[in-house]
């Protein structure tokens, strides 16, 4: 590495050691780093093709105001994501407020009561839990008549074809897949094997709908799951589709119908998609959109130096090393409480936003231990931007993603290493 950028590094607060470890590791991945680029190359080009075809003009970024008729801003950014991810239309609005808002929206108004929802991929992220009412909430779907059923993928992580085909019955309305595994142990699904889930599940009954939690996997493939049959594909703008740019927002995208019934529900029944001012915040979803892929390939890189780095080390990875990625999110289990909260400090303090505090342990509402969290960014709680956080306790498995550049990931998960050889929590020299 030129002495240069070495000194530069060391003036952020890396020793020399830290240093040559990560070039030795990038090094080492430089074929892999070239894939990844040729993926954000393809889907560059598919965004700017729907841009062009679509006719983003000037006029687009106007803002509008009240109730946001013909908002051809709003509805010319919902063409270029439909035709993006090969969908027949797409609901794209900072009204969403969030990804489970987008996901919960997209089963409430798809689903009727006497209907019955299915996952066949295990139990759904977390906060998914309470629109469903498999933990009892206010407004549940549970509380709608809307029945639940759930079918665990085997141990070694393949679908257990027999208890979904057993599971599908008259009432089973809507399929629910999970790309990411978010917090969850199980393998993330690649974009060809939830195709032959999908196939599956529509050869037993052609009528079901198929939805993809597509959340952290947006343009980690060349292929999004509604070209593999899914009906409708929902996610959340603080992650990848945004770019780090969108302040704000969810989309669903898909079949007309799937997408006009999250519409009527998300304005009102004969509203449905005409109403909803963009504000002034629509550029932001064009240019955020425009940057996703190299964005999401940058994280995506992030995540692979990071497995590389901590299983070098001897550290339970999850996905390992070599394994094929189709989200962004890093698990690195540390097993030890000081080595979770140095990666913690080390994330942090590589930020360009809050890089001076330290993060602590606090006990959050909602979990049973402890949670640490370490961010600085400069969309709240955006976690396309490098974030790391996880409960304190056995494991000790800190959970990371994001980075909007590559070397931006590659300086927090070098500060990360820092911290944890300041303090002897680790041997980088006999490496
Ligand atoms: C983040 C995420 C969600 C929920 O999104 P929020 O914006 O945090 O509400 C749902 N499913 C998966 C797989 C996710 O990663």
């Known amino acids: ?214 959340c952290y996997g947006e343009f980690v493939e060349e292929k999004e799951p509604l070209e593999v049959g899914a009906d409708m594909i929902v996610g959340s703008l603080i992650k990848n589709p945004g770019g780090g740019l969108a302040p704000i927002g969810g989309y669903i995208c898909g079949k007309k119908e799937c997408v006009e019934n999250a519409a009527y529900r998300l304005t009102s029944p004969g509203l449905g998609k005409e109403v909803g001012a963009s504000l002034g915040i629509i550029q932001s979803f064009y240019q955020g959109f425009f940057l996703a892929p190299t964005v999401t390939a940058g994280a995506l890189k992030g995540a692979i130096f990071a497995a590389n780095i901590y299983e070098k080390l001897g550290y339970k990875v999850v996905p390992n090393s070599t394994e094929s990625r189709h989200d962004i999110i890093q698990a690195v289990e540390f097993g030890d409480r000081d080595a979770m909260c140095a990666f913690c400090e080390g994330i942090q303090a590589a930020a360009p936003v809050d890089s001076y505090v330290t993060p602590e342990p606090w006990a959050m509402p909602g979990y049973d231990s402890d949670v640490i969290m370490a961010a600085g960014a400069f969309v709240q709680g955006s976690s396309i931007e490098l974030s790391a956080d996880g409960p304190v306790k056995e494991p000790y498995a800190v959970y990371f993603q994001g980075g909007l550049t590559w070397y931006h990931a590659k300086l927090g998960i070098l500060m990360s290493l820092q911290k944890l050889y300041e303090r002897k929590l680790v041997n980088i020299e006999e490496i």
């Open 1 to 214: 590495m030129n002495q240069h950028l070495v000194n530069q590094y060391k003036q952020l607060g890396l020793s020399e050691e830290v240093i040559a470890f990560g070039a030795k590791i990038e090094e080492e991945l430089k074929p892999r780093f070239e894939k990844i680029d040729a993926i954000a190359e393809m889907n560059q080009l598919k965004v700017l093709h729907a841009m062009q075809k679509n006719r983003v003009s000037a006029e687009c970024f106007n803002q509008s105001s009240g109730y946001g008729y013909n908002d051809m801003g709003r509805d010319t950014l919902e063409q270029v994501y439909a035709d993006t991810f090969k969908g027949e239309d797409a609901l794209v609005r900072p009204q969403i407020t969030c990804g489970t808002h987008a996901l919960a929206l997209a089963l409430m108004s798809n689903l009727r009561p006497g209907d019955e929802l299915l996952s066949p991929v295990g139990k759904p992220y977390d906060t998914l839990e309470e629109v469903i009412g498999i933990r009892p909430s206010k407004g549940s779907l549970a509380e709608y008549g809307i029945t639940y059923a759930q079918v665990d993928l085997l141990p070694d992580g393949g679908f257990n074809w027999d208890g979904i085909k057993n599971a599908i019955n008259d009432k089973t309305r809507l399929v629910t897949i999970q790309r990411s595994k978010g917090y969850a142990t199980r393998p993330t699904l690649s974009v060809d094997r939830i195709g032959e889930l999908i196939t599956f599940i529509k050869n037993i009954k052609p009528d079901i709908i198929c939805m993809v939690d597509n």
